[in-house]
């Protein structure tokens, strides 16, 4: 069982460009998220889905946008890439109980 | 909606010492509880929930934390600290029932154990 894989493992992206970091479970959870991790911040929540169909902004989300067509994909798409949007991206999924399952992450650079 | 707050950002401890890493919580509805670790270059892992029941739950690893409703706290302790325990700790909240599964972490507290 896979759990949650995101792809790319890394990227360095020119500002400006668009990018997607995909992220696929197969676990059939109903709430995904994706968070951004940067040193002393902890983790922040960028957008989260609670269903197939359904999204909602979370903390930091200006920059970002994510779609959920079905239950396994929630991509999530920076339009217009900008240097304050290096970070480590964490795709996670979550149980009818909340417990979550995370994947290794992307490290995105962007210059 | 909810908050987490980690009082303590590090937390350096020699083997062996005991350690409690500090969480407290905040929300307008009943929240399940967890405390979740991350290895360096790694995510995130489920160290142990309070979902209901008994407010002490434990880990396989030795970790205890305490459910406190009055307090809104959810402490992190281990009597007995390894090399190996050297991570960083986030305590997380998720709204208890209905369809919202809006899941919010706290700013994480770095664990370094000393020899």
């Known amino acids: 069982i896979a759990g949650i894989t995101q792809a790319p493992t890394s990227q360095i992206l020119a500002a400006g460009r668009r990018m997607t970091l995909r992220c696929t479970q197969d676990m059939r959870h109903n709430a995904m998220y994706w968070y951004r991790q940067d040193l002393g911040l902890g983790l922040r929540l960028i957008h989260y889905s609670n269903t197939a169909g359904t999204t909602g902004k979370g903390e930091v989300p200006d920059g970002y946008s994510v779609s959920r067509a079905n239950t396994d994909d929630f991509p999530l798409t920076l339009a217009s890439a900008v240097p304050s949007q290096t970070s480590v991206y964490f795709c996670?999924?979550?149980?009818?109980?909340?417990?979550?399952?995370f994947g290794q992450g992307t490290r995105l650079t962007v210059v | 909606a909810q908050s987490v707050t980690q009082l303590d950002s590090q937390v350096p401890v020699f083997e062996e010492a005991p350690v409690e890493l500090r969480c407290n919580y905040s929300?307008?509805?009943?929240?399940?509880l967890f405390w979740y670790v991350q290895y360096p270059n790694q995510g995130l892992q489920l160290l142990l929930k309070?979902?209901?029941?008994?407010?002490l739950v434990e880990s396989i690893n030795g970790f205890e934390a305490e459910f406190n409703k009055s307090q809104t706290s959810f402490h992190l302790r281990k009597p007995s600290v390894h090399i190996s325990d050297t991570a960083e700790y986030f305590c997380a909240v998720i709204p208890n029932g209905g369809s919202n599964y809006k899941l919010t972490f706290g700013k994480g507290t770095l664990l370094t154990v000393n020899p």
């Open positions: 309070y979902l209901s029941g008994s407010t």
């Open positions: 996670a999924s979550s149980d009818p109980w909340g417990r979550a399952f």
């Open positions: 929300s307008s509805v009943s929240v399940y």
